[in-house]
T-cell receptor, first 112, second 113 residues
Framework: AQSVTQPDIHITVSEGASLELRCNYS??????LFWYVQSPGQGLQLLLK??????LVQGIKGFEAEFKRSQSSFNLRKPSVHWSDAAEYFC??????????FGAGTTVTVRA | NAGVMQNPRHLVRRRGQEARLRCSPM?????VYWYRQLPEEGLKFMVY????????ESGMPKERFSAEFPKEGPSILRIQQVVRGDSAAYFC???????????FGPGTRLLVL
């Protein structure tokens, strides 16, 4: 069965520091991979996605993610976080053409 | 171009009542998906609909839950005889076709007292 694991439940990072959020997936075929961000009380906003091609994907708000097939990972990175990046981040894998399977999320706290 | 719209944003129901959640997809999108987010968990797929058709309802509880996407009007997720365990955030997403990126609405937060 397909699954997505986000090992870190909560991460605290200083403003201006770098951020890396881990995501591992279990899926038999080449996956479609996504990162979404959810601010408190809000819906999910797509940060970036990987379907095929270049394994380093650039997204919005200065985020990027790298697909590593050998490690079954799709980690999200940002070189320098801003206070507005405090939110919950979800990694998701496209199980088929329409069904997304989400990880449990990582909450990011940014300290001044 | 307005995004996916959901209403109400917050809904309070007593046990045994019915809850109706509405979702208007983005303009030009004819594919709608419903997900449920329980506290401290990620989103779980419930159902996938196209206009007037349920394509996949494998994530829907077998009883009390139903969904529709009529030819005209929004998609409706209906929960009959709600129980406390139904308290969750319900998110709707839409896409122009299957396999395209899903865009999410702000969600409806249901609280069952």
């Amino acid at each position: 069965a397909q699954s997505v694991t986000q090992p870190d439940i909560h991460i605290t990072v200083s403003e201006g520091a770098s951020l890396e959020l881990r995501c591992n997936y279990s899926y038999g075929a080449t996956p479609y991979l996504f990162w979404y961000v959810q601010s408190p009380g809000q819906g999910l906003q797509l940060l970036l996605k990987y379907f095929s091609g270049d394994t380093l994907v650039q997204g919005i708000k200065g985020f990027e993610a790298e697909f590593k097939r050998s490690q079954s990972s799709f980690n999200l990175r940002k070189p320098s976080v801003h206070w507005s990046d405090a939110a919950e981040y979800f990694c998701a894998v496209g199980v088929n053409d329409y069904k997304l399977s989400f990880g449990a999320g990582t909450t990011v706290t940014v300290r001044a | 171009n307005a995004g996916v719209m959901q209403n109400p944003r917050h809904l309070v129901r007593r046990r045994g009542q019915e809850a109706r959640l509405r979702c208007s997809p983005m303009k030009g999108h004819s594919h709608v998906y419903w997900y449920r987010q329980l506290p401290e968990e990620g989103l779980k797929f419930m159902v996938y609909l196209q206009k007037e058709n349920i394509i996949d309802e494998s994530g829907m509880p077998k009883e009390r839950f139903s969904a529709e996407f009529p030819k005209e009007g929004p998609s409706i997720l209906r929960i009959q005889q709600v129980v406390r365990g139904d308290s969750a955030a319900y998110f709707c997403a839409s896409s122009p076709t299957s396999g395209e990126t899903q865009y999410f609405g702000p969600g409806t937060r249901l609280l069952v007292l």
